[in-house]
């Protein structure tokens, strides 16, 4: 059972668009809530990462928004770049710093 | 910083063979170190979780014997697949973890049983 459900599966933007990813979660218990970033034959890279206490969070072209109540969270990648063409994972740990992923998303940017 | 590495990055080896895999940090001490497996064009999966010195916990479904898991230091984790046949082939990619929450991953080593 998938404690985190992600979405879209894909997208695909215009360089200077704003992909969007979606992320849900049940588990109350979950406390940080981190993005990866993965390109093929790559281990995931840590973008940004948040807490609930905190509704947004930037850093640098990456945007977390986390509405609590709503037990979701998204991912904004502003004025992107084809280079940030790859697969985006989110995921969500509580007290034992386990991480349960989403299904990923892959996002393509069109020159 | 937080740098992790794998070696080998690629194995290819015979079904029935032993393969280790070596994930180390290399600038910070893990007090956890974790092991995924990932699947082509699938998330990634929790194996198992070792802290330095003590014995690995393993997720359901992950076989203990199969998978051996050793946390020699707080700088070196090692997995062995051991008896490995071709459904065992996929990518595996370790991740450790300092005194916070952020977890940084190696850059995987791909496994093909032959």
């Known amino acids: 059972q998938q404690q985190v459900k992600q979405s879209p599966q894909s997208l695909i933007v215009q360089k200077g668009g704003i992909p969007i990813i979606n992320c849900a979660y049940e588990?109350?218990?979950?406390?940080?809530f981190p993005w990866y970033q993965q390109f093929p034959g790559k281990g995931p890279a840590l973008l940004i990462a948040i807490r609930p206490d905190v509704s947004e969070k930037k850093e640098g072209r990456f945007t977390i928004s986390f509405n609590k109540s709503a037990k979701q969270f998204s991912l904004h990648i502003m004025d992107s770049q084809p280079g940030d063409s790859a697969t985006y994972f989110c995921?969500?740990?509580?007290?034992?710093?386990?991480?349960?992923f989403g299904a990923g998303t892959t996002v393509t940017v069109r020159a | 910083g937080a740098v992790v590495s794998q070696h080998p990055s690629w194995v290819i080896c015979k079904s029935g063979t032993s393969v280790k895999i070596e994930c180390r940090s290399l600038d910070f001490q893990a007090t956890t170190m974790f092991w995924y497996r990932q699947f082509p064009k699938q998330s990634l999966m929790l194996m198992a979780t070792?802290?330095?010195?003590?014995?690995?916990?393993?997720e359901q479904g992950v076989e203990k014997d199969k998978f051996l898991i050793n946390h020699a230091s707080l700088t070196l984790s090692t997995l062995t697949v051991t008896s490995a046949h071709p459904e065992d082939s996929s990518f595996y990619i370790c991740s450790a973890r300092g005194g916070g929450d952020e977890q940084y991953f190696g850059p995987g080593t791909r496994l093909t049983v032959t």
């Open positions: 070792s802290n330095e010195g003590s014995k690995a916990t393993y």
């Open positions: 995921a969500a740990s509580g007290y034992d710093y386990k991480l349960s």
């Open positions: 588990n109350t218990a979950f406390d940080y």
